[in-house]
């Protein structure tokens, strides 16, 4: 088994891929395309700068710590630049980018190393112009033509994932300039919804050493571990074999009854049980490669063979996830898979003695948000949660379990969206649900109390809409008998011989 295991690690040394320098270019080019569109169309003048403030360093609260920094998505998506303090602007008229850098105190060099040039990030970020922040006021004014106040349209807008308002750029003398707060939020956003080759092939890159990842996990999990230990194993091979040095989000390694907590990993729930056999484990885990996530969980028994009760609630899940993934295409609606995901499990959960009825019934009755109350999915790239979801003419559904959505759109060729279903048994939703006089026909209770301390059973891939379908960027084993196979020391993928035998 260990000589197995040293094996994958061995053939896992690839080296991360070249980003290339033009992505940024045509990022911002995409953006100024959008935005001349929309200000011609609204009979505006088709000058102006859209201009962004980058993230800063923070310290951890009144020390001197920095804390690891890592650039707001918005700027990185138009300019790709990882270090902190930095404006960036593009002239609309010309297309020209500028970027504005921190001027640094010479004490610099000798803490944190050389100062670079302009010329270096001009390079480096492949764009027209770089300048010092203090000169922001001077250079966009020499950049516009007429004598009336050049026009600066700033970033803010909502985030339909966490309600946050997008920051808009601040700096010294803005009153010499107009601005618009209300133009460049959407545009921006829907130009990010809509992922190039370039974005895409990061995307799967994440995804490829995040697989590797998880399979590696898998082999190496056995009974009598903390959670923690899974986290740790899945950060070093994406870090070490990857490259990866940022996570997508806190890793979920949760087992037993913590499996059915949605967002377990948190500061108050540390990944810090000690799982025994017999036990389900649900990693959600994915690592970011030069912004660009993945998001990703396998669901699997800790002692490698899946029982009778586990295989039910998992092959639920997993017809889920693989029917919802055959229908995807453009135009289909997001709140359509959703509701055929959660029929897919109420079917099954019925064919399995947990419920009852007909299940049309179960599904006016919202019976599959008492077992998945979380959304199917979320479009992805920069942030896990990428904006885009809510555009101004799509409405939240309000029902229980479809107003966890992320997105009511119809798919777009382009996107970048995850599949993840899910059944979970959580005594905050079943209880209640057991006990009204509407929905308690509904349970079989002497089953479902089989199942109290199950936790939960989440799939979960990345999917990108093509023109008549969609491509799983992920690849790790699915199927139990494939899960059994590699957590005994098959190689993934599993060899074809092995394959037919199944």
Not at 37 to 61: M, T
Not at 244 to 260: E, L, Q, V, W
Not at 350 to 360: A, E, F, N, P, W
Not at 466 to 489: F, H, K, Y
Request: glycine share 8%.
């Amino acid at each position: 088994m260990a000589k197995q295991c040293e094996e994958a690690t061995s053939s896992s040394l690839h080296p991360p891929p070249p980003v290339p320098k033009e992505l940024y270019a045509l990022n911002r080019s995409k953006l100024i395309g959008s935005l001349l569109q929309h200000l011609s169309s609204s009979n505006r003048p088709l000058k102006g700068f859209v201009l962004l403030q980058g993230g800063e360093e923070q310290n951890r609260y009144c020390t001197d710590h920095t804390e690891l920094f890592r650039q707001e998505s918005y700027f990185a998506y138009l300019f790709g630049v990882k270090e902190p303090g930095f404006y960036g602007a593009i002239d609309i008229s010309t297309g020209n980018s500028i970027l504005f850098a921190p001027r640094l105190p010479a004490e610099y060099a000798v803490w944190l190393g050389e100062i670079k040039s302009p010329s270096h990030f001009k390079e480096m970020y492949m764009v027209n112009m770089v300048c010092y922040t203090d000169e922001i006021v001077e250079v966009l004014h020499s950049h516009h033509e007429g004598s009336e106040k050049p026009v600066l349209f700033l970033l803010h807008g909502q985030n339909t994932d966490s309600n946050n308002f997008s920051k808009p750029a601040e700096f010294k003398e803005m009153e010499k300039f107009e601005t618009d707060l209300s133009v460049l939020h959407p545009i921006l956003t829907e130009c990010r919804a809509i992922k190039s080759d370039t974005e895409l092939s990061l995307i799967q890159y994440a995804n490829d050493i995040s697989s590797e990842a998880h399979v590696e996990v898998m082999r190496r999990t056995r009974a009598g571990m903390k959670e923690y230990q899974l986290e740790s194993m899945f950060l070093h091979h994406t870090y070490m074999y990857g490259g990866c040095r940022h996570c997508s989000y806190t890793c979920i390694c949760a087992t037993g009854g913590n499996s059915s907590v949605l967002h377990y990993g948190h500061a108050a729930a540390p990944n810090d049980r000690t799982f025994e056999d017999g036990d389900m484990a649900l990693l959600d885990m994915g690592a970011e490669y030069n912004f660009y996530g993945s998001d990703i969980t396998c669901s699997f028994p800790v002692n490698g063979k899946f029982t009778s009760d586990q295989k039910l609630i998992y092959n639920a899940v997993l017809k889920a996830h693989d029917d919802v993934i055959s229908a995807m295409k453009p135009g289909v609606n997001w709140v359509d898979m959703h509701k055929l995901a959660e029929k897919i499990i109420l079917e099954s959960l019925k064919d399995g003695g947990i419920l009852i009825g007909d299940v049309h019934e179960m599904m006016t009755e919202r019976i599959g948000a008492v077992f998945m109350p979380h959304g199917l999915g979320h479009l992805l790239g920069i942030d896990t949660h990428d904006p885009g979801g809510y555009p101004k003419e799509i409405e939240r559904p309000k029902e229980p379990g479809l107003k966890s959505l992320r997105t009511a759109r119809d798919l777009r060729e382009g996107m970048v969206i995850t599949v993840e279903p899910g059944c979970y048994f959580i005594d905050a939703l079943l209880a209640p649900a057991m006990e009204n006089s509407s929905t308690s026909k509904f349970f079989n209770h002497k089953e479902i109390a089989r199942f109290k301390s199950f936790g939960g059973v989440r799939i979960e891939s990345d999917l990108y809409i093509t023109s008549n379908g969609a491509d799983n960027l992920t690849n790790c084993p699915r199927q139990t008998w494939e899960i059994e196979a590699v957590m005994a020391g098959a190689p993934w993928p599993l060899e074809k011989n092995a394959a037919t035998t199944k």
